[in-house]
């Protein structure tokens, strides 16, 4: 199959260095990358599974009333902010 296919310019040079270390072509290089990519983000789709955050107890709340803003900065900062 053939395709015109635009790089970012890193890709580019990445993929510049698959070729002189390997002596590869354009295409083999590029194949290459493209099979194990693909692949990999393949199997990462499949391995996928939930996670879950386990529930932690706080405690109890320190503040009486969660509306009054003006109480829960004292709390916070301490009696000495009012």
């Given at each position: 199959?053939r395709?015109?296919?635009?790089?970012?310019?890193?890709v580019?040079?990445?993929l510049?260095?698959?070729?002189?270390?390997?002596?590869?072509?354009?295409?083999?290089?590029?194949?290459?990358?493209?099979?194990?990519?693909l692949?990999q983000?393949?199997?990462?789709g499949?391995?996928?599974a939930?996670?879950?955050?386990?529930?932690?107890?706080?405690?109890?709340?320190?503040?009486g009333?969660?509306?009054?803003?003006a109480?829960?900065?004292?709390?916070?900062?301490?009696?000495?902010?009012?």
């Open positions: 199959m395709t015109i296919l635009t790089l970012d310019p890193d580019a040079a990445l510049q260095r698959v070729r002189d270390a390997r002596g590869a072509t354009l295409k083999d290089a590029a194949n290459e990358a493209l099979r194990r990519g692949k983000m393949t199997e990462q499949l391995q996928t939930r996670r879950y955050t386990e529930a932690v107890s706080l405690g109890r709340c320190l503040i009333d969660l509306d009054d803003i109480e829960a900065l004292a709390v916070a900062e301490g009696e000495a902010s009012r």
